[in-house]
């Protein structure tokens, strides 16, 4: 699969347009780097994933997994695992959620208090045990009690608050850019768009045309589209289409960890092509799982699984291998299962990610 296929990139002679710089950018008082930034991702952007993205390059502002604000309050053990985090893994935000406002609007000020410079409320989330709770999406069913939360929040902290959403519950409630409108004017910072409806969950493709009106709604700040977004190409076009001064990327980030490094290389001019050495490819799986196991330990083998279905094709992994990193039980294991593909790398017929092809049942933690 091309990443670049249909663009051309930029050259000396043939300057970017400033629609597509590739940063620095504000946010609030913030300076992000770049303009690409990785997407919260439930169960995956935790922060030894962040950690060894930012160690390949490219990567502007990051965003934890989606945190309960009553359960983050409370000190739960799970949620402070959440938001951990480490001099490197920076700039960051953390990303709540709760349908009750007075809550969202304590965990925005636990967070300042602790020192974190940055807080995202989500209102994008499609999950019944997010939305039923009054939470994610559902937000967006009522706009007075989502911009009552917005308010209240922005007012009760000096760091900035940013809004990740959706277009709407369905096709036929659309809130999305009205919202966008009030959210600027009670003093958010960005808006980060997925395009689609809560309806769609993660079905269909996303509509570049429902970001573009979000963009065109509001007057001044960043609005940071996201959704199918798994090559270059398919993030400079959704730049060039809609007018979106960022974009976030999530599964795009675990189908090819050097995603940010190859949009740093495409605005400088320079092969976004390029493969990692095999060398590279196994440094990384390795890295991934030290920096996993410094926080979690021996349950970084149950919590490293689940990447494997999506590491597989891009690090070159043997399918028998990929099948046995899905399953192992030990770091001795997985230093084994290293050592052979440095050994094997390469010798795989499917190209495409296990992930996209199937579902393993059971629990997310033990795929």
């Given at each position: 699969?091309?990443?670049?296929?249909?663009?051309?990139?930029?050259?000396?002679?043939?300057?970017?347009?400033?629609?597509?710089?590739?940063?620095?950018?504000?946010?609030?008082?913030?300076?992000?780097?770049?303009?690409?930034?990785?997407?919260?991702?439930?169960?995956?952007?935790?922060?030894?994933?962040?950690?060894?993205?930012?160690?390949?390059?490219?990567?502007?502002?990051?965003?934890?997994?989606?945190?309960?604000?009553?359960?983050?309050?409370?000190?739960?053990?799970?949620?402070?695992?959440?938001?951990?985090?480490h001099p490197a893994d920076t700039p960051?935000?953390?990303?709540?959620?709760?349908?009750?406002?007075?809550?969202?609007?304590?965990?925005?000020?636990?967070?300042?208090?602790?020192?974190?410079?940055?807080?995202?409320?989500?209102?994008?989330?499609?999950?019944?045990?997010?939305?039923?709770?009054?939470?994610?999406?559902?937000?967006?069913?009522?706009?007075?009690?989502?911009?009552?939360?917005?308010?209240?929040?922005?007012?009760?902290?000096k760091i900035p608050v940013t809004v990740?959403?959706?277009?709407?519950?369905?096709?036929?409630?659309?809130?999305?850019?009205?919202?966008?409108?009030?959210?600027?004017?009670?003093?958010?910072?960005?808006?980060?768009?997925?395009?689609?409806?809560?309806?769609?969950?993660?079905?269909?493709?996303?509509?570049?045309?429902?970001?573009?009106?979000?963009?065109?709604?509001?007057?001044?700040?960043?609005?940071?589209?996201?959704?199918?977004?798994?090559?270059?190409?398919?993030?400079?076009?959704?730049?060039?289409?809609?007018?979106?001064?960022?974009?976030?990327?999530?599964?795009?980030?675990?189908?090819?960890?050097?995603?940010?490094?190859?949009?740093?290389?495409?605005?400088?001019?320079?092969?976004?092509?390029?493969?990692?050495?095999?060398?590279?490819?196994?440094?990384?799986?390795?890295?991934?799982?030290?920096?996993?196991?410094?926080?979690?330990?021996?349950?970084?083998?149950?919590?490293?699984?689940?990447?494997?279905?999506?590491?597989?094709?891009?690090?070159?992994?043997?399918?028998?291998?990929?099948?046995?990193?899905?399953?192992?039980?030990?770091?001795?294991?997985?230093?084994?299962?290293?050592?052979?593909?440095?050994?094997?790398?390469?010798?795989?017929?499917?190209?495409?990610?296990?992930?996209?092809?199937?579902?393993?049942?059971?629990?997310?933690?033990?795929?």
């Amino acid at each position: 699969m091309s990443l670049t296929a249909g663009l051309t990139a930029p050259t000396a002679d043939s300057a970017v347009p400033a629609l597509l710089e590739n940063g620095p950018i504000a946010i609030g008082a913030r300076t992000i780097p770049t303009r690409y930034f990785l997407a919260p991702l439930a169960g995956y952007t935790h922060l030894a994933f962040r950690r060894v993205l930012r160690e390949l390059g490219g990567l502007g502002l990051a965003t934890t997994d989606l945190v309960h604000a009553t359960m983050l309050v409370s000190g739960k053990r799970k949620s402070l695992e959440l938001i951990e985090t480490h001099p490197a893994d920076t700039p960051l935000s953390v990303q709540i959620y709760s349908g009750v406002r007075e809550h969202v609007v304590t965990a925005a000020k636990w967070l300042e208090d602790r020192g974190y410079r940055g807080v995202d409320i989500n209102m994008g989330c499609p999950m019944a045990k997010v939305t039923g709770s009054g939470g994610g999406a559902r937000l967006m069913c009522d706009p007075d009690g989502a911009c009552r939360l917005v308010a209240d929040t922005v007012a009760a902290v000096k760091i900035p608050v940013t809004v990740k959403m959706r277009l709407g519950w369905d096709r036929n409630t659309i809130t999305a850019p009205a919202l966008a409108r009030e959210f600027e004017a009670a003093g958010v910072a960005a808006i980060t768009i997925h395009g689609r409806t809560r309806s769609q969950g993660f079905r269909g493709t996303v509509d570049l045309d429902g970001i573009r009106d979000v963009v065109a709604a509001v007057d001044a700040i960043p609005v940071i589209g996201n959704g199918d977004v798994v090559t270059v190409a398919d993030a400079i076009r959704m730049r060039e289409y809609t007018g979106c001064d960022a974009v976030a990327i999530g599964r795009g980030a675990l189908l090819d960890p050097w995603m940010f490094r190859r949009l740093g290389a495409w605005h400088e001019g320079a092969d976004a092509e390029f493969t990692p050495t095999p060398e590279d490819q196994v440094r990384f799986l390795r890295r991934h799982l030290e920096l996993m196991w410094e926080q979690h330990g021996d349950y970084s083998c149950l919590m490293f699984r689940k990447f494997a279905a999506w590491y597989g094709a891009r690090l070159g992994i043997p399918e028998d291998l990929e099948d046995r990193l899905r399953r192992f039980t030990s770091r001795e294991e997985f230093d084994g299962i290293a050592a052979e593909v440095a050994e094997r790398h390469g010798q795989r017929e499917m190209t495409v990610a296990t992930a996209l092809i199937r579902v393993p049942n059971g629990p997310v933690e033990h795929w």
